[in-house]
């Protein structure tokens, strides 16, 4: 399949764009002029079910809902669009909205490396054994955009990319030697795997000269946006040769699958993939957040995990959405998490590795919802820092009151973070 990517202009043209309802193309018609569309030919033809759009849970990992933005500020597009006022007239009021969708991410300036006082540009570390890297051409675009996704800020905005990456590959490598400790590279990107072959090796070559890292690791979502990248595109066997290179200097390979719902692993094209990657030598593990209207459920959940141990993938992480939005459009109670995560582990058979749920990654600390307990008479969340740029906060564990409805566990970072 030769890749056709789409945007909200191109799509509109396809023969896919009139299966969608009246209201379905108002909301697509408002969101993509306040956030970014991008679908691919696979996506559209062996994803999503066209016959099903309002249950599927392809189309909704794919196409926005109106649900990320206020039912006011909703309401108020749709009226200007009815009405035919032009997007320039509109461009205030879509810029406001942007404003207030921005995601809020509460950096600590502890996890910004530095030399000579000054922060390293595309070096965050907020765990003490691993670095994630963000080289400039890896922050730019992905093969189709998940309408949860909080990165969008950075998609199109060479601003925002021009100050959270770097672009000289031997970047790193400095500081990498002066701290041995960290023995994990994370290449995240946006889709790290968008880029050909020779461009991912250029930013990895520099890392394997340094002893102390012993891990490789790409976060991706190729593998399920457009699995060809392993298969068939023309670049597919180089990408393959260079993870068969980065395993025999004696580094382990992670290529950590972003995943969803198992639909995405259904079909020969995916599983062709991921048997090509494994022959490599790479180890894939999965995460991927519980999401509303998408995972929300234990068979989801039971379902996805099997088809990801059936295909010799390790899951890793079920992540709950963060604060990042204010709308938070996609968090379900945390009750609910709780007991999907703990229903669907029990469910499944041959899960051997530890993993972890519901997870909450927010740039500083990592924290799960471990359990449900009774102190004193009363119901709490026990929260627990797994891993943290403080290491004194590793393992500690706060309660917090239960609320069956909550979506909110507070103030995580001020919650794990020293207090002054
Ligand atoms: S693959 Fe990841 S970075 Fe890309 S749109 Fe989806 S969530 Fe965002």
Not at 24 to 40: A, G, P, R, V
Request: glycine residues 4%; aromatic residues 12%.
């Amino acid at each position: 399949m030769k890749y056709i990517s789409y945007n909200n202009h191109s799509f509109k043209k396809t023969k896919y764009y009139d299966r969608l309802s009246q209201t379905q193309k108002d909301d697509f018609e408002i969101l993509s002029k306040i956030f970014y569309f991008k679908t691919n030919n696979y996506v559209l033809e062996q994803l999503i079910d066209w016959d099903n759009l309002e249950n599927d849970p392809m189309f909704r990992l794919n196409f926005l809902h109106k649900n990320v933005i206020s039912a006011k500020d909703y309401e108020q597009l749709l009226m200007f669009y009815k009405a035919g006022v032009t997007i320039k007239d509109l461009h205030p009021f879509i810029e406001m909205i942007r404003k207030k969708t921005t995601p809020q991410i509460p950096y600590d300036e502890k996890c910004f490396p530095k030399k000579g006082g000054e922060r390293i540009q595309g070096l965050y570390r907020s765990f003490n054994n691993v670095i994630s890297l963000f080289p400039d051409p890896m922050l730019k675009t992905c093969h189709a955009y998940c309408s949860y996704c909080f990165r969008w800020i950075a998609f199109n905005n060479t601003e925002v990319q021009d100050y959270t990456t770097y672009k000289d590959p031997r970047t790193p490598v400095d500081y990498l030697k002066e701290n041995p400790e960290i023995t994990e590279t994370l290449f995240t990107g946006a889709d790290p795997l968008t880029l050909n072959a020779d461009k991912i090796k250029q930013y990895v070559d520099p890392l394997l000269e340094v002893d102390s890292v012993k891990t490789i690791r790409f976060n991706t979502k190729a593998l399920t946006w457009w699995p060809f990248r392993f298969t068939t595109d023309k670049d597919a066997e180089n990408v393959l040769e260079l993870f068969r290179y980065i395993v025999s200097t004696g580094r382990n390979l992670t290529f950590c699958a972003h995943l969803t719902h198992v639909r995405e692993l259904q079909n020969d094209h995916v599983i062709e993939a991921v048997k090509k990657i494994q022959a490599t030598g790479a180890k894939i593990i999965c995460q991927g957040p519980v999401v509303e209207g998408i995972n929300d459920t234990v068979e989801d959940w039971v379902g996805l995990w099997s088809q990801e141990v059936a295909l010799g993938m390790q899951p890793y992480y079920m992540f709950v959405e963060l604060n990042h939005n204010h709308e938070a459009s996609f968090r379900i109670p945390l009750a609910k998490a709780v007991h999907i995560f703990q229903e669907a582990e029990k469910q499944v058979k041959g899960l051997q590795q530890p993993f972890n749920g519901p997870v909450f990654m927010n740039d500083v600390h990592c924290v799960s919802i471990d359990e449900v307990t009774t102190e004193d008479n009363a119901k709490h969340f026990a929260l627990k820092c797994l891993a943290s740029p403080y290491t004194e906060s590793e393992g500690k564990i706060e309660l917090i009151p239960y609320d069956e409805h909550t979506r909110s566990a507070g103030d995580l970072v001020a919650m794990f973070s020293p207090q002054e």
